[in-house]
C-alpha cells in the first residue's frame, strides 16, 4: 500500500535540476569565500549523496580547489572505491584515499561485544578527523554530503557525517537528489545502485531502515514541507503506524540537527539571547 501511495505522490518533489544548481553552487562559493578560504575538502564515499555534492563543489570553486578524500575500511565494497573513483576521474579533482582501519580496529577490538551501529559510528568520526585534518593541510572547509531524508529521519553520526562546516544538499530529499545528480552528469552506476553507508558487508540503508527512501520522501514531504498532521498524512493512504513511525523519529532525532543546549543563567546567552547569523562579522567590543 505504501509503496504505490510513495510513488504517486513523488511527482510533487520535482524540481527544476538547473536552479537548484545554480542556488547551490552559489551557496557553496558564497560560504567558503566569506570564511576567507577557496577551496573545499569533501568525503567521497562512491554514493550518490557524495557524488552530487562534489560535482556542486567543482562546479562552484573549480574541480582543482576541490579535494576528494576516500576512507575506506576493511570491509568496505570495492564497487564503492570504483565508482569514487569515477567522480574523481570524471572531474578532475585533486585526491587523496586514507583507510582507516588500523585507527579503528584498537578501539573496535577493545569491546568484543560492540555493536554494528557502535562501529559504524566510530568510523564516521574518525572519517571527519581526517577530513579535518586534511582542511588544515589544504586550507579548505569541509563540506557535507547528507540529504534532507537522512537528516530528518536522524540517519547521521553526530560529530561523524553531520560535523561539517556547510551542508549544501541537505534540503533536498533522496529523490531530489537523484533528480540534481542526473542534471549534473553523475555516471548512472552511482545513481542507481542501492544506497548504502557501506559500514559492513552487505550493508544498505533501507534495509537498516525498514522503508524505502521514496516511501520516506514522501510522508516527510506531507509532515514537514506541507505541515500535515499524522492522521492527515494517513489519510493519503498510508499505514498510520508508518507515518507515526517515521514522525516518532523526527522529533526523537532533532538534538541532532541542533546546536548543544546552553543553560541560560546571564543577560545575554549564546543561542537565547545573543543571536546572529553564521556569516555575522560585529566589530569586538564598544566602538
Given at each position: 500500500?505504501?509503496?504505490d501511495t ?15 544548481t ?6 557553496i562559493r558564497d560560504?567558503?569565500?566569506k570564511?576567507?578560504?577557496q577551496?573545499?575538502v569533501?568525503?567521497?564515499?562512491g554514493?550518490i549523496d557524495?557524488?552530487?555534492s562534489a560535482y556542486?563543489?567543482a562546479?562552484?570553486l573549480g574541480?582543482?580547489k ?7 575500511y576493511k ?8 565508482h569514487?573513483?569515477a ?7 585533486p ?9 579503528a ?12 551501529l557502535?562501529?559504524?559510528?566510530i ?6 578527523i581526517?577530513?579535518?585534518d586534511?582542511?588544515?593541510?589544504w586550507g579548505?572547509l569541509?563540506m557535507?554530503t547528507?540529504?534532507?531524508t537522512?537528516?530528518?529521519?536522524g540517519y547521521?553520526?553526530?560529530?561523524g ?6 551542508h549544501?544538499?541537505a ?10 545528480a ?6 548512472e ?13 552487505g550493508?544498505?540503508?533501507?534495509s537498516?531502515?525498514?522503508?524505502t ?12 514541507d506541507?505541515r ?8 493519503e ?6 507515518v507515526a ?8 532525532n532533532h538534538?541532532?540537527?541542533t546546536?548543544?543546549?546552553?543553560a541560560k543563567l546571564?543577560k ?8 546572529y547569523?553564521?556569516?555575522y562579522?560585529?566589530r569586538?567590543g564598544?566602538?
Open positions: 500500500m505504501t509503496v510513495a510513488a504517486s505522490l513523488l511527482p510533487r518533489l520535482r524540481i527544476n535540476p538547473a536552479l537548484a545554480r542556488i547551490l553552487t552559489g551557496f560560504s567558503i569565500t570564511a576567507g578560504m577551496r573545499a569533501i568525503g567521497l564515499s554514493g557524495s557524488a552530487v556542486l563543489a562546479q562552484a574541480a582543482d576541490v579535494l576528494a578524500v576516500r576512507m575506506p570491509t568496505s565494497s570495492a564497487d564503492s572505491l570504483a569514487a573513483e567522480v574523481i576521474e570524471d572531474l578532475g579533482a585526491q587523496l584515499t586514507l583507510p582507516i582501519s588500523e585507527m580496529d584498537p578501539l573496535i577490538e577493545r569491546f568484543p561485544e560492540m555493536s554494528r557502535r562501529r559504524g559510528n568510523m564516521a568520526r574518525l572519517r571527519m581526517m577530513l579535518y586534511q582542511s588544515m593541510a579548505g569541509v557535507g547528507s540529504n534532507k537522512e537528516f530528518l529521519l547521521s553520526t553526530i560529530y557525517d553531520s560535523g561539517v562546516a556547510l549544501p544538499i534540503d533536498l530529499y533522496k529523490a531530489q537528489v537523484r533528480q540534481l542526473r542534471h549534473l552528469g553523475v555516471p552506476a552511482i545513481i542507481d545502485k542501492p544506497p548504502s553507508a557501506d559500514l559492513w558487508v550493508q544498505t540503508d533501507e537498516e531502515l525498514g522503508f527512501y521514496d516511501q520516506a520522501d514522501a510522508v516527510l514531504f506531507l509532515l514537514v506541507e500535515y498532521t499524522v492522521a492527515e498524512a494517513a489519510a493512504g498510508f499505514s498510520r503506524d508508518f513511525q517515521i514522525w516518532e523519529r523526527v522529533k526523537a538534538y541532532k540537527r546546536m548543544p543546549n546552553i546571564s545575554r546567552s549564546i543561542g537565547h539571547d545573543f543571536l547569523l553564521r556569516d562579522t560585529g569586538a564598544r566602538v
